[in-house]
């Protein structure tokens, strides 16, 4: 997996235009802009985010470094969503023409970008499953079955509780209950 995403990042940053760089807070492309390039994010983090009717804002994508960011874009006219650096981000901007220029006559591209968009989809559903679980155990239960059983290293809890679908509150409460219960289990 992590193979064929270098290689097929390292292809997209080969026929990239040129590179820019985000502050915290900046913005990548809002909804409705027209689409001329993709984004490969090289540093940082994106978040694509769409707003819903009552203002509330639904996170529907998180890149970081080596990250392709709305590659389902490339057959759309308007961007659906807005993209946002959550902190100082640097991209690679790689015009949507040549994709689709390999797309049509480079095999080997093809098979990388189509083995890419499976393990998104993949991704995708994984999260709708956990998310739609209705407590933090349950939720943390399943992330876990997906990783190995191996919670993330503590600096990045408040990613993993993002990508459940908790507050970091709730995710770190739960965490300490479980380390109660082995210290519990082994007489500590």
């Known amino acids: 997996?992590?193979?064929?995403?270098?290689?097929?990042?390292?292809?997209?940053?080969?026929?990239?235009?040129?590179?820019?760089?985000?502050?915290?807070?900046?913005?990548?492309?809002?909804?409705?802009?027209?689409?001329?390039?993709?984004?490969v994010v090289m540093s940082g983090t994106?978040?694509?985010?769409?707003?819903?009717?009552?203002?509330?804002?639904?996170v529907l994508q998180r890149c970081t470094a080596g990250h392709i960011l709305a590659e389902a874009s490339v057959y759309s006219e308007n961007y659906h969503c807005d993209a946002v650096s959550v902190s100082p981000v640097t991209v690679s901007i790689v015009p949507v023409a040549e994709i689709k220029r390999l797309l049509a006559t480079d095999i080997a591209f093809a098979t990388l970008w189509s083995a890419h968009l499976a393990r998104e989809l993949q991704a995708t559903r994984k999260r709708a499953e956990i998310v739609s679980l209705r407590t933090v155990r349950a939720r943390l239960d399943a992330w876990?079955?997906?990783?190995?059983?191996?919670?993330?290293?503590?600096?990045?809890?408040?990613?993993?509780?993002?990508?459940?679908?908790?507050?970091?509150?709730?995710?770190?409460?739960?965490?300490?209950?479980?380390r109660a219960e082995v210290d519990n289990k082994v007489g500590r």
């Open 46 to 58: 994106v978040h694509l985010v769409r707003h819903q009717a009552d203002g509330a804002a639904t």
């Open 144 to 178: 876990l079955a997906w990783n190995e059983g191996v919670l993330p290293p503590k600096g990045a809890w408040k990613q993993l509780a993002d990508d459940i679908g908790v507050s970091p509150e709730a995710l770190y409460r739960e965490v300490a209950r479980r």
């Open 1 to 39: 997996m992590i193979t064929i995403m270098s290689d097929l990042v390292a292809r997209l940053n080969s026929i990239s235009a040129s590179t820019r760089s985000f502050d915290q807070g900046g913005s990548v492309f809002h909804q409705g802009d027209p689409i001329h390039s993709l984004y």
